[in-house]
């Protein structure tokens, strides 16, 4: 595997379920994030994890729970999911987090629809 | 409010002819511009940047020009190719990691 890898790339989901997206990067970058793309609307930020550590939290509703085990893998725990948090969530890396010119790469993401 | 503006949901090209992707921003602040594609089931992938220090980069067919007193930066792309049709995203960021972006544009380049 290469790049920025994310599972699954399709979610179907109940108010009351409770799942898990997960992140992947195999580029041995110090700093992932959490993006929500919602129809004709900009990425929005949600989290961003610089070296394992939670350094933003973008007024994200705590129905969403991120988790950084290592600096290659990030999740993001959703329950009691509104139908409105159905969008694409992408997952993406960077190499520097004190480094403001490192493009981000991005996963294909997971398209998540709330019933 | 939007500090990333990306004004033209669409844009339709004939193929060999020069594409123009607009941007505005609205944070004096911001220093580092990036431009991403993105093709449908895919994540955004980079295509270009530019440092506020410059006010034009050029990559292939690819320039990106930055006019800092009209907050203003734009990608174009010559000769227009079929596989260039994505939607392309603008983005920026303020001396950290955080990237602001736009919302977007549809280019369908047509053979």
């Known amino acids: 595997e290469t790049g920025v890898t994310q599972t699954p790339r399709h979610l179907v989901m109940g108010m009351t379920n409770k799942k898990s997206l997960k992140c992947e990067q195999h580029?041995?970058?110090?700093?992932m994030y959490w993006y929500k793309q919602s129809a004709k609307k900009p990425l929005e930020l949600m989290f961003v994890?610089?070296?394992?550590?939670?350094?933003e939290n973008n007024s994200v509703p705590s129905r969403f729970s991120p988790e950084c085990p290592n600096s290659s893998h990030l999740f993001l725990h959703l329950h009691t999911l509104q139908p409105e948090d159905s969008a694409l969530y992408l997952c993406?890396?960077?190499?520097?987090?004190?480094?403001?010119?490192?493009?981000?790469?991005f996963g294909p993401g997971t398209r998540l629809t709330v019933l | 409010d939007q500090q990333v503006k990306q004004n033209s949901p669409s844009l339709s090209v004939q193929e060999g002819r020069i594409s123009i992707l607009n941007c505005d921003y609205t944070?004096?602040?911001?220093?580092?511009f990036l431009w991403y594609k993105k093709y449908p089931a895919e994540g955004p992938t980079f295509l270009i940047s530019i440092s506020s220090i410059k006010d034009k980069n050029e990559d292939g067919r690819f320039t990106v020009f930055l006019n800092k007193s009209a907050k203003h930066l734009s990608l174009h792309i010559v000769p227009s190719q079929p596989g260039d049709s994505a939607v392309y995203f603008c983005a920026a960021s303020a001396q950290g990691n955080k990237l602001v972006f736009g919302a977007g544009t549809i280019l369908r380049v047509k053979s």
């Open positions: 994890y610089n070296f394992k550590e939670q350094t």
């Open positions: 993406a890396s960077s190499q520097d987090p004190l480094e403001s010119y490192n493009e981000q790469f």
């Open positions: 580029l041995g970058h110090n700093a």
């Open positions: 944070n004096s602040m911001f220093d580092y």
